[in-house]
Structures are given as C-alpha cells and as structure tokens.
C-alpha cells in the first residue's frame, strides 16, 4: 500500500470540516502547530502533532516526506471555471480598456458569442488538448479539484462535444473535474427575441442527451438583464432538478435582477457572481445555506465593483472563491491573484480566503465530505507550502507559494 507520513511542518492548516463554514466561522481553519498528515493509499488516515503521530505509528512502515518546517495545507479548489473552449478574444480586451462595455459586446456579436464560434469550429481533440494544458498551469497553483462549465455551443452538438471534453479530461489528468451543463450561457443570434423557445430548445432536446449520458453534475443559466430572465431560469432549472442534476447559477452579475433570491427559491448549490447581489438574496442564501461563490478575478479584469464578501460572511453566508477562468472576462487561472484580491480589495481576512478555497469550495462542488480538508477518510489532496505561515499567501503578493503539491496520496508536482 502506498502509505506516507508528511512531517516536519511549521504548521498544519486542516481547515477541517464535513460541511460548509458560514459566517464568523470561516475564520476556524484548524492549525497543528509542529502537525504531521498519515496517507494511506488515496486518503488520509490520521493528522496531528507530530510527537503523536510518531508514537502511534512505525515511520519505518512510511515513506516519510519533510515538509522542510513549512506550512502544509489542503489543495486549493477552483468551483468555477469556462476551462475548456475554442479560440481567445484578446482585441475585446483592448476594446473593453477604451471604454467598451462588456454587454455592448456581447450585444454586438462578441463576447460568449465570439467563443461560440471557436468553440464550434474545433475538434473535440483540440478541446481536450487545450484543456490539458489549462489544467497543467492550475496544477502548478495548487488546484486539485476543479469545476468545468459548457456554455459555448448553445447547440446540442457543440454542448456534447465540450462535456464530452471535459469526461475525458477528467479521466487523464491528476486534477478532478466536477462538470456543469451551461447550455443556457448566451442567446444564439438566431433565437434573439425568442428567449423562451430556445430554453424550450434546450429542456427539451438538449438537457435529455447530457442527463442519458451522464455528461454533467450541475446545470447552470446565466441569468441577467438582456440574457435570460428570472422566470426563464426558473423554469430550466426546475426541469434540470427534475431530471436528477443539482444547481448552480450566474447571478445578480451585471444588474440586481433576484439571481440570489431564486438560487435560494430552488436550493441551488451555489450562486455565483453576485456584485449586484440584494440584501434580501444575501439573507435568503445564508437562510438556505446556498455557498456565495464570488469571483474577483472577474470584477478585476471588468473594471467593476467587487462582491461584497465581508457583508455576505457578516450576514451569515457560507462564501466561496474561484478564478473563473474564461476566454473573456476573466483570462487567469491565478490562484495567487485570486487571494490578493480577496484580501486587499474584498476585506476578507486570511483565514476567510483560505477557507473559501478550499473546504467552502468543496461544498460549491458538493463534495465537502470527501475534499477541502485535511481530516481522516478524506481524499489526501495536500499542498506543502515555502514559507513557514499560511498568512504568505495573500501577504506575498500575486506570488505562487506552493511548492509540492499530493493529489490522491501522490506526488504529481513539484515547483
């Protein structure tokens, strides 16, 4: 059996929990001064003082790995991401510099629609390639569990295709992917002003093939002024639910629409954005215990307002973190860019941050007992940083700290 034993720690953060931590309990992240993790296999069997662990278990029956007197922590978990696409949109940036407005794009052909296209045009070997290589880089930052979106098919081929991508993917590569059927992303220019038949299109043609073939965890809509209305994603994810796949949703965005009210109306999983988000959604998911997935890397590239994390974890709401790496709005993988935004800019403390990435986003993923923190019978997803303190993290600003990363008991990267 592959057994380990990681010693030789400044410190272990657990961030130990089987659920999500809501509000001021996001601060409790379990630190071990002088800690030690036993692996046994693909899951971790016991974690505690180091003096306590040696004396209850034969290092001469581990593989002993030295964690140099840094800090060990849970492996960082990105809950949503566009991660597999066609094409890039790097002229819209430059517009958006200038002044253009990301609706005005996507109202004029771009945007969502722009990587439709690509999207459309490349093989599912392209596809597959690509995503690769995404999730190579999201490695390198600690990821081990990420979420993996459709959106840029609209069609049904085009949907298949890409969580078709995404399975495989999943199947070959260390990172674990949790997928999530987006086919209501955008409006196809061919369905402007018939927004109702193309959720028709989508319940009734599209969401049968991804449910036979178990292609997908999640559905998702984007729901938001001048894409697809609050009764319109009502009405999806209620078919969506029927057929066996749990919730997420793009809400309160762009304009204070009632996203976050219906997340909670339908006990979504998640809801996700949420800049414009209403005091009433902020009560009602905290009321439902719906995780507040915020992504600032988003906001950052948009040049927008940032969610307001520090009101949502004070009223009591379980908050999430997460790059949402697409072609478009948000172009980075950066988890160090990540924290240093949540910190500086979002007023959340080091300990909020490190439990969003990890043991909330877990729960965003609805894998919190199997992931997002060190405790025994979970998976043995551990990252081993180069410093001595957690509190590097935000502290050394947009710096990737991480140096060894384990997933599944092994070793897949060394930085």
């Known amino acids: 059996m592959n057994k380990k034993i990681i010693y030789n720690t400044s410190e272990v953060v657990t961030c130990s929990g089987f659920k999500p931590k809501f509000g001021k309990e996001m601060n409790d992240i379990g ?10 296999g693909e899951k971790i069997k016991a974690v505690g003082k180091e003096t306590e662990i040696f004396d209850k278990y034969n290092k001469d029956e581990y593989v002993l790995i030295d964690a140099g007197g840094k800090t060990v922590m849970p492996g960082f978990i990105d809950s949503h991401t566009h991660f597999v696409f066609g094409g890039y949109r790097e002229e819209e940036f430059s517009w958006r510099l200038r002044g253009d407005d990301y609706m005005d794009i996507l109202r004029r052909g771009g945007g969502i629609i722009s990587t439709v296209k690509s999207t459309k045009e ?6 597959i390639e690509s995503g690769k290589k995404r999730l190579d880089s999201m490695l390198e930052f600690g990821v081990t569990t990420v979420e993996g979106k459709s959106g840029y098919g609209l069609d049904l081929d085009t949907e298949i295709k890409q969580l078709k991508a995404m399975e495989e993917i999943n199947k070959n590569h260390p990172i674990d992917v949790a997928v999530t059927f987006l086919g209501p992303h955008a409006v196809p220019q061919d369905y402007k002003g018939r927004e109702d038949e193309f959720i028709d299109f989508q319940i009734e043609k599209v969401l049968p093939e ?6 997908a965890e999640f559905a998702d809509i984007f729901c938001e002024e001048g894409v697809f209305n609050i009764e319109q994603s009502r009405r999806f994810l209620r078919e969506a639910k029927k057929m066996g796949l749990k919730l997420k949703l793009h809400a309160d ?22 800049l ?3 005091d009433q959604g902020i009560k009602d998911m905290a009321d439902k215990g719906v995780i507040s997935t915020l992504l600032p890397g988003t906001a950052f590239c948009l040049k927008e307002e940032y969610a307001n994390g520090r009101k949502m974890i004070d009223e009591g709401c379980a908050v999430a973190l997460a790059t949402d790496l697409n072609p478009g709005s948000s172009f980075t993988n950066s988890i160090p860019l990540i924290i240093a935004l949540a910190a500086l800019y979002m007023n959340l403390s080091p300990e909020e941050i490190l439990t969003a990435l990890t043991l909330n986003s877990a729960a965003a ?15 043995a997803d551990i990252l081993i940083l180069d410093y001595p303190s957690y509190k590097f993290l935000p502290y ?3 710096v990737n700290i991480v140096k060894t990363v384990i997933k599944d008991g092994k070793i897949v990267q060394k930085n």
């Open 31 to 40: 630190i071990i001064e002088n800690g030690a993790v036993v692996i046994e």
């Open 122 to 127: 490349a093989s599912l070997e392209e596809l």
């Open 210 to 215: 991804v449910v036979k073939n178990n292609l």
């Open 253 to 274: 965005e762009i304009v204070q629409l009632g996203g976050a009210e219906l997340a909670a109306e339908l006990e979504a999983v998640s809801a996700d954005h949420l």
């Open 276 to 278: 414009q988000v209403s």
């Open 365 to 379: 993923l609805d894998r919190v007992e199997e992931t997002g923190s060190i405790d025994p019978g979970k998976k």
């Open 396 to 398: 050394y600003v947009g």
